[in-house]
């Protein structure tokens, strides 16, 4: 099959990310922002090109079809929101890729078997509203009318209205709410995010799973006081014991094969320079691809804190936070995936993926799988990130011999 032109995807995806250019030459594009509006609108106005129908469904993710011979769904795609100041690549490249693998059947004249669709999803990284994967949440049903209510962004609107909002800005130039029912198969295409396949020189990995997740809030209260009168030896210090606590959490992940453990945000009360501070409060992420693993090392880290809390003499919180557990991707998709790598002479390797994607929750309702392409030193979520056009334009060719050899397929 010829046709696949990277100079198209380039453009395509420089075209993308002019949507929420900030001044420190990322993409900040938050799901139902202006600049994600027309962001949506600018895809609409692609699938319009392609000759694809348009739909959206009540959460406001978008929707590209391209109809098939048979009954079934054949769906692939990724996010169009961004985090603050992330990347071009970044959910953007999925779409690019699915939306140029329907590109080049449709050019050759090809009907496809299954009804063929180009998914964009709204709010996967969770900035707006404290919450991830919120729009294929909303495919799979994890997310239901009467829950959107209790989603709330910094305005204090709920995901709900806000959503329909969105869906009334864009309805005119759509043919109608999404009237298909569940995949039966998807793929998503994204970029690595790390930098395993940068360094091996492989041109692909197909994940066997995602890792499961632990997102946990800490507080730890002491006692406020005078840095320079309070003896080292009476301080009741709550950043003394998150240093502690992370120090622990580090020895701990070493015990658990291809565990993780991080305390990315920190925020100590009053903030003073000249204060002993008589709060702190600390994020714990914490993730792994062995589901009895990762809940031995969250016990650990929590029992962690509580242990250090009672040597301090501090008082200790633990706010319960978001949990999911390892997926595993479909091995059935995914030895079609590697099949159609090889007979392209292509290389690729597997290895369980490290973030979150929206995969999660489509394989929750049919056999799901992810092809991951090279991430240029492992950079992702910042304005360094990248991934060359070639890797992208080879990723398009295995989605589209996927799509093509769909006949046949239960």
Same mark, same amino acid.
């Given at each position: 099959m010829r046709g696949i032109s990277e100079k198209r995807m380039e453009r395509e995806l420089e075209e993308l990310g002019g949507f929420g250019r900030d001044g420190s030459g990322g993409i900040t594009r938050l799901s139902y922002s202006p600049s994600y509006v027309e962001a949506a609108l600018w895809l609409i106005g692609r699938f319009r090109e392609l000759g694809l129908k348009v739909f959206c469904d009540g959460i406001g993710n978008i929707?590209?079809?391209?109809?098939?011979?048979?009954?079934?769904?054949?769906? $692939? %795609?990724?996010?169009? &929101?961004?985090?603050? $100041? %992330?990347?071009?690549? &970044?959910?953007?490249a999925g779409i690019i890729v699915a939306m140029e693998a329907v590109r080049i059947v449709k050019e050759q004249g090809i009907t496809p078997h299954s009804n063929t669709v180009v998914a964009a999803f709204v709010e996967e990284e969770g900035a707006s509203f404290q919450a991830a994967l919120v729009g294929s949440a909303y495919l799979s049903g994890r997310l239901t009318d009467e829950k959107m209510t209790s989603l709330i962004d910094d305005d204090g609107r709920n995901i709900g209205d806000v959503a329909r909002d969105f869906c009334d800005r864009i309805s005119p130039?759509?043919?109608?709410?999404?009237?298909?029912?569940?995949?039966?198969?998807?793929v998503e295409v994204h970029i690595e995010q790390g930098a395993r396949l940068d360094r091996s020189g492989m041109d692909f990995c197909i994940p066997p799973a995602i890792v499961g997740t632990s997102m946990t809030e800490v507080e730890m209260t002491g006692e406020m006081n005078h840095a320079g009168t309070t003896p080292m030896d009476i301080r009741r210090d709550p950043f003394r014991g998150t240093v502690e606590v992370a120090s622990r959490l580090n020895g701990h992940v070493k015990k658990f094969p291809g565990a993780v453990g991080t305390i990315g945000r920190v925020i100590l009360d009053p903030n003073v320079a000249n204060v002993v501070p008589g709060k702190v409060t600390f994020s714990l992420d914490i993730r792994g691809p062995v589901g009895e693993d990762l809940k031995k090392l969250i016990d650990l880290v929590i029992a962690d804190c509580h242990c250090v809390a009672e040597e301090m003499d501090l008082g200790v919180r633990i706010k319960g936070g978001h949990s999911e557990p390892p997926t595993d991707l479909d091995p059935i998709l995914r030895k079609r995936i590697s099949e159609a790598m090889d007979k392209r002479g292509w290389s690729w390797e597997e290895f369980p993926s490290g973030a979150g994607h929206d995969a999660i929750n489509l394989a929750l309702i049919c056999p799901t799988a992810m092809i991951f392409v090279p991430s240029k030193g492992g950079r992702s979520h910042c304005p360094e990130e990248w991934t060359e056009t070639a890797s992208l334009a080879k990723a398009a060719q295995v989605l589209a011999d996927l799509i093509v050899d769909e006949k046949g397929v239960k």
């Open positions: 929707f590209g079809v391209l109809p098939g011979e048979g009954d079934s769904i054949f769906l $692939s %795609g990724s996010h169009l &929101d961004t985090v603050k $100041s %992330g990347g071009v690549f &970044d959910g953007a130039y759509l043919d109608g709410f999404y009237p298909l029912g569940i995949p039966s198969r998807a």
